[in-house]
């Protein structure tokens, strides 16, 4: 009866592990005009299953996520995206008027939003407009970035 039960689990366990896609480990480095980008999101959109997504590190490099931490990405094709912008520093300046004055409360200074800088060409921020397209093959995948325009 052991010997039936134990059959019985691995005929349950076996597919329930092998039903989703293959996924495969993929990290890299980011980079523009030869300068590592220190802040963002790299996402791989793969053609046959969910996407991977990987924050951009202070020192430019990325480890991509599909199911679980850093597991990867789907084996296969992608299209890579590429999201990094910074903010710059806000600042305190005096109302303009007495009406903007009174909408913001009676403040004595309104605070103005730093200017955001994207750190990359835009075209790499969607699916429709990056030109990134890369394999991810079923193995240890090394995958570096480095943007010219």
């Given amino acids: 009866m052991r010997f039936v039960n134990f059959i019985l689990f691995f005929s349950i366990l076996i597919p329930a592990c092998s039903g989703g896609p293959a996924i495969a480990p993929v990290k890299g480095k980011i980079s523009f005009m030869g300068k590592a980008i220190d802040t963002g999101v790299i996402m791989f959109h793969s053609e046959t299953g969910p996407a991977a997504v990987g924050n951009i590190q202070k020192d430019g490099t990325y480890v991509l996520t599909t199911l679980s931490k850093n597991d990867g990405a789907v084996v296969g094709n992608h299209t890579v995206t590429i999201q990094a912008t910074s903010v710059g520093a806000g600042t305190m300046e005096e109302p303009k008027s007495l009406d ?9 200074k309104i605070l103005v939003p730093g200017k955001v800088t994207s750190l990359v060409p835009a075209k790499y921020a969607t699916t429709v407009t990056s030109t990134l397209k890369v394999e991810v093959k079923n193995q240890d995948n090394i995958l570096d970035f480095d943007l010219k325009d």
């Fill in 100 to 108: 903007e004055e009174i909408k913001q409360s009676r403040a004595t």
